[in-house]
């Protein structure tokens, strides 16, 4: 079946570092790829998204490029801020799951003034 | 604004007891989904409901039941409540565009 695999966290980082949370998945067929952020006590929150091959998702200097041909969907950002840290989950809706999401286990960012 | 809300949002109850999590969208939206968010395991899907009088199960929907009346309504209940299913659960609405828009979600302790 679909799933997918993100890197363990957490992630520690100082201010105005470059973030990478690496997300690969296995489907069948043409999955549409997203990233959530959940912020501490509250639900998700789509970061981006991306429906099909070499489409490249960006969002409040977030971005993250579909790759059919590495299966993955990384996330990355240019100069974290403190405000970013979150716990970020990577997820696919394909045709094993209709619309519902399959998630990822989720990543934490912990960034550091 | 368009809204999902999910009451209670803290819940604490004891083994057997059954419970009900409401959830109520104003999006207008067909697809509703319950997930569960564990430590280690992200969200998983527990049911899913494309529309009026339709209800799937997901992933993990053992011990747990919904059911669809109208647009704008999915309660997850348990029926039986175990301390396996102290989790925190989230509700959600999506459009065909599979996007979805999550509810704030409701802490579930089962003593």
């Known amino acids: 079946g679909d799933s997918v695999t993100q890197m363990e966290g957490p992630v520690t980082l100082s201010e105005e570092a470059f973030l990478t949370i690496n997300c690969t998945y296995t489907?069948?067929?043409?999955?549409?790829l997203f990233w959530y952020v959940q912020y501490p006590g509250e639900g998700l929150q789509l970061l981006l998204k991306a429906t099909k091959a070499d489409d490249k998702g960006s969002n409040k200097g977030f971005e993250a490029t579909y790759r059919k041909e590495t299966t993955s969907f990384h996330l990355e950002k240019g100069s974290v801020q403190v405000s970013d840290s979150a716990v970020y989950f990577c997820?696919?809706?394909?045709?094993?799951?209709?619309?519902?999401?399959?998630f990822g286990k989720g990543t934490s960012l912990l960034v550091t003034p | 604004d368009a809204e999902i809300t999910q009451s209670p949002r803290h819940k604490i109850t004891e083994t057997g007891r059954q419970v009900t999590l409401a959830c109520h969208q104003t999006w207008n939206h067909n697809n509703m989904f319950w997930y569960r968010q564990d430590l280690g395991h992200g969200l998983r899907l527990i049911h899913y409901s494309y529309g009026v009088q339709d209800t799937n199960k997901g992933e993990v929907s053992d011990g747990y039941s919904v059911s669809r009346s109208n647009t704008e309504d999915l309660p997850l209940t348990l029926e039986s409540a175990a301390s396996s299913q102290t989790s925190v659960y989230f509700c959600?609405?999506?459009?065909?565009?599979?996007?979805?828009?999550f509810g704030p979600g409701t802490r579930l302790t089962v003593t």
């Open positions: 959600a609405t999506g459009d065909s565009g599979y996007e979805q828009y």
């Open positions: 489907a069948t067929g043409y999955p549409s």
């Open positions: 997820a696919l809706s394909g045709s094993n799951s209709g619309y519902a999401l399959n």
